[in-house]
């Protein structure tokens, strides 16, 4: 089992969830529910993984509150 980090979005105008996982090209998707998000980027990562563990572009670190005067 490979486990992942999605940065996770909701749409304004649809209302839907999208999400990418970083470091992987074209591992994004979108969904009406958190549930349906996840089960659509794991779908994903295992068609991007089929042929091996990728390296992976970039890597999540986490995230930043940015003060702006």
Known sequence: MH???AVIERCPDTSLYVGYVP???CAHSQGK???ELNANLAEVVA???ED??????TEFVGTQAVLVP
Not at 52 to 57: A, V
């Open 3 to 5: 486990q992942y980090t």
């Open 23 to 25: 470091g992987f090209p």
């Open 33 to 35: 529910t958190l549930e």
């Open 47 to 49: 068609m991007l993984i």
């Open 52 to 57: 091996g563990e990728p390296d992976l572009d």
